[in-house]
Antibody, heavy 119, light 110 residues
Framework: QVQIQQWGAGLLKPSETLSLTCGVS????????WNWIRQPPGKGLEWIAE???????NYNPSLKSRVSISVDMSRKQLSLKLTSVTAADTAVYYC?????????????WGQGTLVTVSS | SYELTQPPSVSVSPGQTARITCSGD??????GYWYQQKPGQAPVMIIY???KRSSGIPERFSGSSSGTTVTLTISGVQAEDEADYYC?????????????FGGGTKLTVL
């Protein structure tokens, strides 16, 4: 069973940089794409980005200018950075395992991290 | 359009059949996926590749596809099925791919 643990700062001020990391217990880490997805309070899911162990990435076009995603194969960790946050970035952020190909399904999810942006 | 459209809400009585549709051009040539999300929990994938049930998901959940629409059917709805349901596919029109989600459907069991 794949386990995903997430951590990072939960309270930010406007203009700061959001930084989250997730660690994965999955022997097949390098066989899958890994993703960040967010959900504003009371709203739907929004995909942020995906990364493959090789470093290949895809980003949501609406967030691409502010998002950076990276992977540390040796630690089986992936990280998310979102710059210049505003209140609109307040959301629960999820780390999720994708498929063996780009932009497929999400079969394992982290517990989610609530990030609140407030002055 | 490369959006996925779902009804905001569906209501059924226990034991009845609930059907939730998801429509969008992407579904004409790409698979649809379905997630169930209960309050305070992460989403759970219940259907993948249009009609394949994920491991451990009850048989009353099924998926189907026709043209640009995928449908999630819950036969013999139970109170525990009350949740938000999201469909998902992808936009692969450009060199940079992206994932798209439907807006979600709240299933209420009366």
């Amino acid at each position: 069973q794949v386990q995903i643990q997430q951590w990072g700062a939960g309270l930010l001020k406007p203009s700061e940089t959001l930084s989250l990391t997730c660690g994965v217990s999955d022997e097949s880490f390098s066989h899958f794409y890994w993703n960040w997805i967010r959900q504003p309070p009371g709203k739907g899911l929004e995909w942020i980005a995906e990364i493959y162990y090789s470093g290949r990435t895809n980003y949501n076009p609406s967030l691409k200018s502010r998002v950076s995603i990276s992977v540390d194969m040796s630690r089986k960790q992936l990280s998310l950075k979102l710059t210049s946050v505003t209140a609109a970035d307040t959301a629960v952020y999820y780390c999720a395992r994708g498929g063996g190909k780009s932009v497929e399904r999400f079969d394992f999810w982290g517990q989610g991290t609530l990030v609140t942006v407030s002055s | 359009s490369y959006e996925l459209t779902q009804p905001p809400s569906v209501s059924v009585s226990p034991g009845q059949t609930a059907r939730i549709t998801c429509s969008g051009d992407a579904l004409s040539n790409l698979y649809g996926y379905w997630y169930q999300q209960k309050p305070g929990q992460a989403p759970v994938m219940i259907i993948y590749k249009d009609n394949k049930r994920s491991s451990g998901i009850p048989e009353r959940f099924s998926g189907s596809s026709s043209g640009t629409t995928v449908t999630l059917t819950i036969s013999g709805v139970q109170a525990e099925d009350e949740a938000d349901y999201y469909c998902q596919s992808a936009d692969t029109r450009h060199t940079s791919y992206s994932v798209i989600f439907g807006g979600g459907t709240k299933l209420t069991v009366l």
